[in-house]
């Protein structure tokens, strides 16, 4: 038997580096073709663009150690402390901690903390229960390591784990990335939109990634999103009209790719940073704390030394 880690976004990795560095034996499997989750990147047009998170910030002292090995092999680095404003007739600038971001995309950072450690990627696990079982098979422990609304689907309703998730909302959003023939915008890096029936936030990706293209890529509002959600190519027309509204934008836009993410972040925050039942069922991941980058990886990190603890390990 092993721990069975389900989902290979920041959080499932991490989970499954502490398992394993504890001896104990893991199996990481992952539906999707890639791991990274929201970290999400793709190449459009030659180049990686972001299309999940749009930058990370570092508070905990243990994460800062993982970042800095990330900055010092060339995979992140700090990219602006000062964000512009836009929106509600205003604009201005914020500043915040420094946001981080990859030049290969964010997805580079988590492929490369999962290297040495198994995944199996284009696996769907559809149903966890008490042993615990994975899909029939059994398993030390399964750490469900997902958006909540993605977990309650592989558990019995009546379960403790179950009844951790249920109730809580999460927000979808969709991204546009598009590209001009030039940058036709001010320094932004990246600019909050505020009170805006459309955008939420807007990135300079070619500020991002540090190669200077062309490309923004647009948050929707959570509300945007939803009357978009059965078509996510039908939010490219008002994401488009928000920007020309929001930026001296001369020509049109070159190419357009729209993605949905229908669970992009919970509505409420919790406290607790992770689950890990009597029966064996855990659950991590940004749910389980503010949701974000830095929350995945510290839930996956605790939740992976709890396990290996429980099992006698580490
Ligand atoms: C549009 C957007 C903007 C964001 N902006 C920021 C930001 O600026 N800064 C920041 O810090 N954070 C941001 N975030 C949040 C950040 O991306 C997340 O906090 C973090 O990536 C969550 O990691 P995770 O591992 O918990 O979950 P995920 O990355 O969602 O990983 C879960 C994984 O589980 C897999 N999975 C689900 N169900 C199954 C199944 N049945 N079988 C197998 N695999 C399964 C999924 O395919 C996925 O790969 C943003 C997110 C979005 C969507």
Do not use: K
């Not at 920041?10 to 989970?15: F, K, N, Q, R, S």
């Not at 990135?203 to 929707?220: C, F, Q, S, Y």
């Not at 919970?266 to 749910?287: C, E, K, N, V, Y």
């Amino acid at each position: 038997m092993a721990v069975v880690v389900v989902g290979a976004g920041i959080c499932g990795v991490a989970c499954a580096v502490e398992v394993a560095a504890a001896g104990v034996a893991v199996r990481m499997v992952e539906r999707g073709r890639t791991v990274g989750g929201r970290m999400a990147t793709r190449r459009i047009e030659g180049r990686p663009v972001d299309l999940g998170a749009a930058y990370f910030t570092v508070r905990d002292a243990e994460f800062a150690r993982v970042v800095e090995t990330w900055r010092a092999a060339g995979l992140a680095r700090p990219w602006t402390s000062e964000l512009a404003v836009l929106g509600d007739g205003e604009r201005g600038r914020s500043e915040g901690p420094v946001r981080w971001a990859a030049p290969g995309g964010l997805r580079s950072l988590v492929e490369d903390l999962a290297a040495g450690t198994g995944v199996e990627l284009e696996h769907e696990v559809r149903g966890v229960g008490p042993g615990p079982v994975v899909d029939g098979e059994p398993a030390d422990v399964v750490v469900l390591a997902m958006p909540d609304p993605q977990a309650l689907r592989l558990l019995d309703p009546s379960s403790p784990a179950a009844a951790e998730l249920a109730g809580r909302e999460w927000n979808p959003v969709i991204t546009v990335a598009a590209g001009w023939a030039d940058r036709q915008w001010p320094e932004l890096p990246a600019a909050f939109v505020n009170e805006h029936p459309v955008l939420s936030l807007v990135a300079d990706d070619g500020a991002r990634r540090g190669d200077g293209a062309p490309v923004l890529v647009a948050h929707t509002t959570a509300a945007l999103a939803r009357d978009h959600l059965d078509d996510p190519d039908s939010a490219i027309p008002p994401v488009l009209d928000a920007l020309r509204e929001l930026l001296p934008l001369r020509t049109p836009a070159l190419w357009t790719h729209a993605h949905r993410w229908r669970y992009s972040a919970p509505a409420r925050d919790r406290d607790a940073p992770f689950h890990l039942g009597d029966d064996g069922i855990a659950l991590a991941g940004d749910g389980w704390g503010a949701a974000r980058v830095e929350t995945a990886w510290r839930s996956g990190t605790l939740l992976g030394r709890a396990v290996a603890a429980a099992l006698g390990a580490g």
